[in-house]
């Protein structure tokens, strides 16, 4: 069909940004939620048939009962499951106490920062849309997104890290990747990298002779070069 045209065309505009497969991963899982739940619920096919009733819609869908595929036909059988085993009449009580707890947590409301993530990616599709001239209007132009209680970062102390970095070489003292291992702990906390960007890290990113990684890390940030730390001093 073609709204799952367009979703493989955002997809690879976002494969040309250079997003993470992460991102990219989690984009294309939460649009083919949506997509799926409008066809469902409300037979839609044509892209430029979506209104903003629908889609906060599927906002409210996602406040109070999650996702709408979520893990799909597995999590609708695992529902079924659970339910039998709390409405027999077996007496164990400890196994209805908790199949209980096990669908509470299947049915349980996405947080407002996946929310808030979900509906970027919806908002972002949308853009994508009218943009590219695949349709007249953007239905998401305002809705709002829910906000986020920011929350102080927790921090490891100095010699918590020390700690870390030398239980590396003691769990691997005879490994031939010993050094290895403790040197992508190095990179992570000196560099502050991500792991994704870790992983991503060549041999000619890395300058030897100042200690210094080359070339753009990340998008919009560090733009010529990220001083790798060495023994505490830049």
Request: proline fraction near 2%; charged fraction near 25%.
């Given at each position: 069909?073609?709204?799952?045209?367009y979703l493989q065309e955002l997809i690879?505009?976002?494969r040309l940004e250079n997003r993470s497969i992460n991102t990219i991963y989690n984009y294309e899982l939460s649009l083919k939620d949506y997509l799926e739940y409008l066809k469902t619920e409300y037979k839609v096919s044509d892209i430029n048939k979506i209104t903003k009733s629908q889609v906060r819609s599927y906002l409210r869908l996602l406040s109070k009962n999650g996702?709408?595929?979520f893990k799909g036909k597995k999590r609708s059988k695992q529902i079924t499951t659970i339910r039998k085993i709390i409405n027999s009449n077996d007496d164990n009580s400890f196994n209805s106490e908790k199949a209980k707890k096990k669908l509470e947590k299947l049915e349980k409301p996405l947080s407002p920062k996946s929310i808030?993530?979900?509906?970027?990616s919806v908002k972002?599709?949308?853009?994508?849309?009218?943009l590219s001239d695949f349709a007249k209007e953007d239905p998401t132009s305002d809705i709002v997104l829910p906000k986020i209680q920011e929350k102080l970062p927790e921090h490891l102390r100095v010699d918590e890290i020390e700690k870390i970095l030398n239980n590396v070489l003691v769990k691997f003292n005879?490994?031939?990747?010993?050094?290895?291992?403790?040197?992508?702990?190095e990179l992570l906390y000196g560099c502050g990298l991500r792991v994704s960007e870790?992983?991503?890290?060549?041999?000619?990113?890395?300058?030897?002779?100042?200690?210094?990684?080359?070339?753009?890390i990340r998008k919009n940030l560090y733009k010529n070069y990220r001083i790798i730390k060495k023994n505490g001093n830049k």
């Open positions: 069909q073609l709204m799952d045209k690879l505009e976002l996702s709408f595929l808030r993530r979900v509906m970027s972002r599709f949308h853009k994508f849309l009218l005879n490994k031939p990747f010993k050094l290895r291992n403790r040197a992508i702990c870790l992983c991503n890290l060549k041999m000619g990113n890395i300058l030897f002779t100042s200690m210094s990684l080359k070339g753009l």
